[in-house]
């Protein structure tokens, strides 16, 4: 049995604290970076993070989508809700001590990653070098966990501060692994207490954690001397972590997995026929699963390009008859091959693909439905076991047959390349609009990045003082926008969005189409809605003061008024377009309603005054005049 930590020679125990450091180092680019992607749904537009403290409650006892979404409905968009509450409540702490200021959530990120890393260390040195600890496992050990750390698939976990339920899902079921090792190996009861609380703990974080219920007795099976059998029943104790959150869990969510979602955004696998969404059928479902499982493997090797969207269509629908899907297929089945032959000789080639696969399982879209195709966040776990058999394979082929120094500098190499992407894939998470306005140029055929970047570069461009460039960039966005809608034609947030740039690009018989799209496909949208009757008012002035159309202007300002009959602004534009084609009557009527609704109104008085007159209503006219004066003495000034 290897010695115990105090007993380690000293070369061994930096290991660790190297391992941390290189963990968190790697991310501290991120300290200055603004919240981004799902931040807004667990931080800075939750209901119950914004309350700091006194909303732990409610995180507790709620959907986690709920506090965004504040609809029960809404919170279960993604088919069985989701139940996480650990993280929100670190993030309601924050926000009581810092505020909507998001360094602090990177920080504790770039930490926590850290501490995982060294934790990672830890748990492979006591499985590796349980019988015998020698420079060369530790060796073996320090490069997969620095495969772990540097990994570039990680950075949408670490550099996005909601992907902290990544790192304390991982973190927790680590140290529950960690300290069931030491249990079996010292019969020590505070270990296996330490072991459980981290393993709810993990639970509390995210769901699939659950997958570590296999990999424990995995790990025992392959690195102590307990037959399948013994492990397995070593490992039952985890049970009572896992009932207990399944238990809260169902409480607060109950039992309702509310069915197969039929919205694109939320279920990959449809398509459309007969101008409707339908599911694919098992064959192409299966087919495009497969394609994405060999992504992975690409992305694990090969980590390039890297983008944190793979909605619809990034991935197409995909058929058997597919050259990607039957080389991922083959691919599997190799791996499977390699797993089950070297099960019973415990090879570490073995295990590391059993602890990817098993990891993979819960994300991957065929034991449970994920909501999209894929997501390189989804390899924070899985991508241990990638680590452990791309390590293995470097100690055995060069470490072994090329000698020291060919095994430092190919792991150098990888190493140095691994972090490099990581450090400046870090950099694209600065912000929402950097981040989206990047990886639209890679996820080109994903409607929801689009989306994303029409919405940045709108909202960019409202801010834009240099108008060539804000043209440029409205314009641009139209483009993402309609290439969206395109490819997922009941887009409506898509329809919203380019309604608004096409408002402020002054197009507005383009932006009243897209908000009559919007609320054609949702009449209840009241963005849209709200959107529509704005820009129906502004045409309507445009029409009336710029192509001097009255019959257009009164068209437009009609349609306007019957979807917001409170708004003063519409009112007054009636009332002047009245005035001039002679209903005096019925622009007293509008100007009327404007002084009703805003009592405090000068100018409204000054109009009414002005309309009165020319109904002959002298004596009313005065007294409105005199109003207008008394709210504003020098409102004559302006005429």
Same mark, same amino acid.
């Given at each position: 049995?290897?010695?115990?930590?105090?007993?380690?020679?000293?070369?061994?125990?930096?290991?660790?604290?190297?391992?941390?450091?290189?963990?968190?180092?790697?991310?501290?680019?991120?300290?200055?970076?603004?919240?981004?992607?799902?931040?807004?749904?667990?931080?800075?537009?939750?209901?119950?993070?914004?309350?700091?403290?006194?909303?732990?409650?409610? @995180?507790?006892?709620?959907?986690?989508?709920?506090?965004?979404?504040?609809?029960?409905?809404?919170?279960?968009?993604?088919?069985?809700?989701?139940?996480?509450?650990?993280?929100?409540?670190?993030? !309601?702490?924050?926000?009581? @001590?810092?505020?909507?200021?998001?360094?602090?959530?990177?920080? $504790?990120?770039?930490?926590?990653?850290?501490?995982?890393?060294?934790?990672?260390?830890?748990?492979? !040195?006591?499985?590796?070098?349980?019988?015998?600890?020698?420079?060369?496992?530790?060796?073996?050990?320090?490069?997969?966990?620095?495969?772990?750390?540097?990994?570039?698939?990680?950075?949408?976990?670490?550099?996005?501060?909601?992907?902290?339920?990544?790192?304390?899902?991982?973190?927790?079921?680590?140290?529950? +692994?960690?300290?069931?090792?030491?249990?079996?190996?010292?019969?020590?009861?505070?270990?296996?207490?330490?072991?459980?609380?981290?393993?709810?703990?993990?639970?509390?974080? %995210?769901?699939?954690?659950?997958?570590?219920?296999?990999?424990?007795?995995?790990?025992?099976?392959?690195?102590?001397?307990? /037959?399948? %059998?013994?492990?397995?029943?070593?490992?039952?104790?985890?049970?009572?972590?896992?009932?207990?959150?399944?238990?809260?869990? !169902?409480?607060?969510?109950?039992?309702?997995?509310?069915?197969?979602?039929?919205?694109?955004?939320?279920?990959?696998?449809?398509? $459309?026929?007969?101008?409707?969404?339908?599911?694919?059928?098992?064959?192409? %479902?299966?087919?495009?699963?497969?394609?994405?499982?060999?992504?992975?493997?690409?992305?694990? $090797?090969?980590?390039?390009?890297?983008?944190?969207?793979?909605?619809?269509?990034?991935?197409?629908?995909?058929?058997?008859?597919?050259?990607?899907?039957? +080389?991922?297929?083959?691919?599997?089945?190799?791996?499977?091959?390699?797993?089950?032959?070297?099960?019973?000789? *415990?090879?570490?080639?073995?295990?590391?693909?059993?602890?990817?696969?098993?990891?993979?399982?819960?994300?991957?879209?065929?034991?449970?439905?994920?909501? /999209?195709?894929?997501?390189?966040?989804?390899?924070?776990?899985?991508?241990?076991?990638?680590?452990?058999?791309?390590?293995?394979?470097?100690?055995?082929?060069?470490?072994?047959?090329?000698?020291?120094?060919?095994?430092?500098?190919?792991?150098?190499?990888?190493?140095?390349?691994?972090?490099?992407? /990581?450090?400046?894939?870090?950099?694209?998470?600065?912000?929402?609009?950097?981040?989206?306005?990047?990886?639209?140029?890679?996820?080109?055929?994903?409607? *929801?990045?689009?989306?994303?970047?029409?919405?940045?570069?709108?909202?960019?461009?409202?801010?834009?003082?240099?108008?060539?460039?804000?043209? !440029?960039?409205?314009?641009?966005?139209?483009?993402?926008?309609?290439?969206?809608?395109?490819?997922?034609?009941?887009? *409506?947030?898509?329809?919203?969005?380019?309604?608004?740039?096409?408002?402020?690009?002054?197009?507005?018989?383009?932006?009243?189409?897209?908000?009559?799209?919007? @609320?054609?496909?949702?009449?209840?949208?009241?963005?849209?809605?709200?959107?529509?009757?704005?820009?129906?008012?502004?045409?309507?002035?445009?029409?009336?003061?710029?192509?001097?159309?009255?019959?257009?202007?009164?068209?437009?300002?009609?349609?306007?008024?019957?979807?917001?009959?409170?708004?003063?602004?519409?009112?007054?534009?009636?009332?002047?377009?009245?005035?001039?084609?002679?209903?005096?009557?019925?622009?007293?009527?509008?100007?009327?309603?404007?002084?009703?609704?805003?009592?405090?109104?000068?100018?409204?008085? @000054?109009?009414?005054?002005?309309?009165?007159?020319?109904?002959?209503?002298?004596?009313?006219?005065?007294?409105?005049? *005199? %109003?207008?004066?008394?709210?504003?003495?020098?409102?004559?000034?302006?005429?």
């Amino acid at each position: 049995m290897a010695n115990s930590d105090q007993d380690k020679p000293t070369s061994y125990l930096w290991h660790s604290w190297f391992i941390f450091a290189f963990g968190a180092i790697l991310y501290v680019n991120t300290l200055t970076h603004q919240f981004t992607q799902d931040d807004a749904i667990v931080i800075y537009d939750n209901m119950f993070t914004t309350q700091g403290v006194s909303g732990i409650k409610g @995180l507790f006892t709620k959907d986690t989508f709920y506090g965004f979404f504040k609809e029960e409905g809404k919170a279960k968009l993604v088919s069985g809700g989701r139940y996480r509450p650990l993280t929100p409540a670190m993030f !309601a702490i924050e926000y009581q @001590l810092v505020g909507n200021k998001p360094w602090l959530g990177h920080l $504790i990120n770039v930490l926590l990653y850290g501490l995982l890393c060294m934790m990672i260390y830890k748990l492979l !040195a006591s499985m590796f070098c349980y019988k015998e600890d020698t420079l060369a496992k530790r060796y073996l050990v320090l490069l997969i966990a620095g495969i772990y750390a540097a990994h570039p698939l990680h950075t949408e976990a670490i550099a996005n501060i909601k992907g902290r339920d990544e790192i304390m899902s991982m973190l927790g079921s680590v140290l529950a +692994l960690y300290y069931m090792l030491r249990y079996i190996d010292t019969k020590q009861r505070k270990a296996l207490i330490i072991a459980l609380i981290s393993f709810f703990i993990a639970f509390l974080s %995210k769901e699939n954690t659950i997958t570590f219920l296999a990999v424990i007795p995995l790990t025992l099976y392959f690195f102590r001397d307990h /037959t399948l %059998k013994d492990a397995t029943v070593s490992s039952l104790v985890f049970l009572i972590p896992t009932i207990l959150f399944l238990l809260i869990r !169902a409480s607060i969510l109950g039992n309702d997995f509310g069915g197969t979602p039929m919205e694109l955004m939320n279920n990959p696998f449809l398509k $459309i026929v007969d101008n409707r969404y339908v599911p694919f059928s098992t064959g192409e %479902k299966l087919a495009t699963i497969m394609f994405t499982l060999g992504k992975y493997v690409q992305l694990l $090797i090969f980590p390039h390009p890297l983008t944190h969207d793979y909605y619809p269509r990034h991935i197409g629908m995909m058929t058997w008859s597919d050259i990607g899907v039957l +080389l991922s297929l083959a691919l599997y089945g190799g791996l499977i091959f390699i797993a089950v032959q070297g099960f019973k000789g *415990k090879s570490l080639l073995s295990y590391g693909i059993w602890f990817y696969l098993i990891t993979l399982s819960i994300v991957s879209n065929i034991v449970f439905p994920i909501g /999209t195709n894929m997501s390189e966040r989804f390899m924070f776990m899985p991508s241990l076991g990638a680590s452990i058999a791309i390590g293995y394979l470097l100690h055995e082929y060069v470490f072994k047959k090329l000698g020291k120094p060919a095994f430092f500098g190919i792991s150098g190499v990888l190493l140095v390349l691994f972090s490099l992407k /990581t450090v400046t894939r870090n950099a694209v998470w600065e912000s929402d609009f950097k981040l989206f306005t990047t990886d639209v140029k890679t996820s080109v055929n994903s409607a *929801k990045v689009l989306n994303a970047a029409g919405g940045a570069l709108t909202t960019q461009a409202y801010e834009e003082k240099d108008e060539a460039k804000k043209s !440029a960039m409205l314009q641009e966005a139209v483009g993402y926008l309609q290439r969206a809608v395109q490819i997922h034609p009941g887009y *409506k947030n898509a329809y919203l969005i380019m309604g608004n740039a096409y408002f402020y690009l002054s197009q507005y018989e383009q932006a009243i189409d897209a908000y009559g799209k919007a @609320l054609t496909l949702d009449p209840q949208f009241q963005d849209a809605y709200r959107n529509q009757a704005i820009v129906l008012r502004e045409a309507g002035k445009y029409a009336g003061e710029k192509q001097n159309d009255l019959t257009k202007a009164e068209n437009y300002l009609n349609r306007s008024y019957e979807m917001a009959p409170n708004d003063t602004e519409t009112l007054r534009l009636l009332g002047v377009l009245n005035g001039i084609k002679g209903n005096h009557g019925k622009a007293v009527e509008f100007f009327t309603k404007v002084v009703t609704l805003e009592p405090q109104n000068a100018a409204g008085y @000054l109009n009414l005054s002005s309309a009165l007159y020319n109904t002959g209503d002298i004596q009313a006219a005065e007294q409105n005049r *005199k %109003k207008a004066l008394e709210l504003n003495p020098k409102i004559l000034d302006k005429q």
